[in-house]
């Protein structure tokens, strides 16, 4: 069965410093991957995804991710974060040739300090 | 605008009290869906459906019930409430292209309800 792990609760860095917010999946077939952005009150948002192609992958708000077969990661950076980048973040995958579900992990939030 | 909404968006009510949960989608979407999200859980699916008639159980279909009489509506119905389904609750909807993996098309989630039982 897939799964998500994200190691990190929380992460706490200083603004205008880098970030990375790690992800590491197990399935036994090809997956496709996500990450979700949740601001406070709000719902989730798609940040990136990676269905084929190239394994860098870019998304909104400066954010980007590499998919790492080996690994089974799918770790997400940014170079520079902002106040406005707090938030929490949901790594999430699904079986390619299966079901259209979302298998979610745990969430790590994001806590940007001036 | 394009959006999914929720109501309500809060709600305290006590065990064994039926209460329905409304979920509304203007952008003509195929796909809908209903997530749980717990402390340390992220989200977990409870209910989806393809299409109007057309639901299957998720993750986490225990004590929950939905239906699909019309495209746009998804509501999530609570029979006998319990403690243990206190969370926040999101519906999130999305295409399904034929021959386009589900995925590939962003799922839009609503604003979340808040539910507490007692």
């Known amino acids: 069965a897939q799964s998500v792990t994200q190691l990190d609760s929380q992460v706490p860095v200083f603004e205008e410093a880098p970030v990375e917010l790690r992800c590491n999946y197990s399935s036994s077939v090809s997956v496709y991957l996500f990450w979700y952005v949740q601001y406070p009150n709000q719902g989730l948002q798609l940040l990136l995804k990676?269905?084929?192609?190239?394994?860098l992958v870019k998304g909104i708000n400066g954010f980007e991710a590499e998919f790492n077969k080996s690994q089974t990661s799918f770790h997400l950076r940014k170079p520079s974060v902002h106040i406005s980048d707090t938030a929490e973040y949901f790594c999430?995958?699904?079986?390619?040739?299966?079901?259209?579900?979302?298998?979610f992990g745990s969430g790590t939030r994001l806590l940007v300090r001036p | 605008e394009a959006q999914v909404t929720q109501n309500p968006r809060y709600l305290i009510t006590v065990t064994g009290k039926k209460l329905t949960v409304t979920c509304s989608q203007n952008m003509n979407h195929e796909y809908m869906s209903w997530y749980r999200q717990d402390p340390g859980l992220g989200l977990r699916q409870i209910y989806y459906s393809m299409n109007v008639e057309v639901t299957d159980k998720g993750d986490v279909p225990e004590g929950y019930k939905v239906s699909r009489k019309e495209k746009r509506n998804f509501p999530l119905i609570l029979e006998s409430p319990s403690p243990n389904q206190t969370s926040l609750y999101f519906c999130?909807?999305?295409?399904?292209?034929?021959?386009?993996?589900?995925?590939?098309?962003?799922?839009?989630f609503g604003p979340g309800t808040r539910l507490t039982v007692l």
């Open positions: 999130a909807s999305s295409f399904r292209l034929a021959g386009v993996h589900l995925l590939n098309n962003e799922q839009f």
């Open positions: 990676y269905l084929s192609g190239s394994t």
């Open positions: 999430a995958v699904s079986e390619r040739d299966s079901s259209y579900k979302l298998i």
